[in-house]
């Protein structure tokens, strides 16, 4: 069953503008990590956020996490034509193997320049 | 070439044929995964695996096979292929120590 759920499931901006994305689970986590996938190709690693981290950036990224809410958010600052791509949010559960990640149904991002 | 591949890129096949899908990575990551990635679902997992001779299943493991006779290659088998199988497969890996996963770039699968 899916866990994460992302929310908008389609989100179209200017080149320049913030995009947030959100994303709601069901259970208990590890940890929480955002992937991104360029239309033909596979997932990419973009940031990892621990239970016990609140908040991280990674470049133009920032990624929160609340647990007592189960979501958590990406923004992705000065948006670019190249962050046109598709974002999935992925948890490892507390409790289950430390490897297995459960994938939500992601949100597509267009960037318009 | 490093990193992790997957083979054929694209496959067409018939009802009750069996198919084979290849993933082979070269970092010697210890854990390895077979996913589904269908219009609606996102990501689904269908079996993965610890090391070698070690797998098993995931969320959606019926009508698959796999094995892993070498930590370098984690084959997904359609025994008899269905028409719910087409889809896009994707294989990936992760070390020990690492959480993240690196993904292969997928094998777009069609059953007739």
């Known amino acids: 069953s899916q866990q994460g759920e992302e929310d908008p499931q389609a989100l179209s901006i200017q080149e320049g503008e913030n995009a947030t994305m959100n994303c709601s689970y069901k259970t208990s986590i590890n940890n929480l990590q955002w992937y991104r996938q360029n239309s033909g190709r596979g997932l990419v690693h973009l940031i990892l956020?621990?239970?016990?981290?609140r908040e991280k950036h990674s470049g133009r990224l920032r990624v929160t996490l609340d647990t007592s809410k189960k979501s958590s958010s990406l923004l992705i600052t000065a948006s670019r034509a190249a962050d046109t791509a598709s974002y999935f949010c992925?948890?490892?559960?507390?409790?289950?193997?430390?490897?297995?990640?459960?994938f939500g149904k992601g949100t597509k991002l267009s960037v318009i320049p | 070439d490093a990193g992790i591949t997957q083979s054929p890129r694209y496959k067409i096949t018939e009802t009750g044929r069996q198919v084979t899908l290849m993933c082979h990575q070269t970092w010697s990551h210890s854990y390895m995964f077979w996913y589904r990635q269908d219009l609606g679902h996102g990501l689904r997992l269908i079996y993965y695996?610890?090391?070698?001779?070690?797998?098993d299943k995931g969320e959606v493991p019926d009508g698959y096979v796999v094995s892993r006779s070498k930590t370098e290659n984690f084959p997904l088998t359609l025994e008899s292929a269905t028409r719910s199988q087409t889809s896009v497969y994707f294989c990936a890996s992760r070390g020990t120590s690492l959480h993240e996963q690196f993904f292969g770039p997928g094998t777009r699968l069609t059953v007739l």
């Open positions: 695996s610890a090391a070698a001779d070690i797998t």
């Open positions: 956020i621990r239970s016990n981290e």
């Open positions: 992925a948890t490892v559960n507390s409790g289950a193997g430390s490897y297995q990640l459960t």
